[in-house]
């Protein structure tokens, strides 16, 4: 696609429930790089993917958040047991390659996660 | 542990005013990055510095870097309503491959 696209745009869900975000990054890139972006401060990094494998998750806050990008292309970030704090809006940028230098980032519009 | 700070988080100029935000980091950096992020909407990359003493340039906005000081600065020349916006400084490091680190922003708005 033209640029980096992200589903939904908007999801609101109770406490406990458990939610998948998308990501579909530009295409030819083989990075992609998950963000979360709390009110009021900047990205914080999750996770970034090079190919299919996760290269640093050193982000992710807990074992409820999971991601996958299992043929090298679309990503899936998957909450399990959602929590008020998990509210905040799950930015996802891909970049040609993960090596340094390996080209811009190019961000998504972001899915905005709302827990009730 | 990179870390990096941007001052001020929020600005309020009029239109017509100079003014500089700043973004310190605390390790050495390969590359710094400056957004601009409109409200709901996602990053715009605006800047990339490379090396010490890059200054790039795109119409009101200038962005340099000094690495010595670890210190990149983004100036504002005679704002205008449009430049209102949050401004981002971001910064990669070789050991953590191409991921970036963020600054909290900084919220500029231009009265008219």
């Known amino acids: 696609g033209a640029g980096v696209s992200q589903t939904p745009s908007n999801k609101v869900t109770e406490k406990g429930k458990y939610v998948e975000l998308r990501c579909d990054p530009i295409?030819?890139?083989?990075?992609l790089y998950w963000y979360r972006q709390s009110l009021g401060q900047g990205p914080e990094f999750l996770i970034y993917f090079q190919g299919t494998g996760a290269a640093d998750d050193s982000g992710l806050p807990n074992d409820r958040f999971f991601a996958v990008r299992p043929e090298g292309s679309v990503s899936t970030l998957k909450i399990q047991r959602t929590e008020r704090g998990d509210s905040a809006v799950y930015l996802c940028?891909?970049?040609?390659?993960?090596?340094?230098?390996?080209?811009?980032?190019?961000f998504g519009e972001g899915s905005r996660l709302t827990v009730l | 542990e990179l870390k990096v700070e941007q001052n001020p988080l929020f600005l309020s100029m009029q239109e017509g005013k100079n003014y500089t935000i700043y973004c310190n980091y605390s390790?050495?950096?390969?590359?710094l990055y400056w957004y601009r992020q409109d409200p709901g909407k996602s990053l715009e990359s605006l800047f990339v510095l490379l090396s010490n003493g890059a200054v790039k340039q795109e119409g009101r906005l200038m962005a340099s870097l000094d690495t010595k000081a670890r210190l990149s600065t983004l100036h504002i020349t005679a704002a205008v309503h449009d430049l209102s916006a949050t401004y981002f400084c971001a910064v990669a490091r070789q050991e953590y491959g191409n991921k970036l680190v963020f600054g909290a922003g900084t919220i500029l708005r231009v009265k008219s």
């Open positions: 940028a891909s970049s040609l390659t993960a090596t340094p230098g390996g080209g811009e980032l190019f």
């Open positions: 390790t050495t950096s390969d590359r």
């Open positions: 295409s030819g890139h083989t990075a």
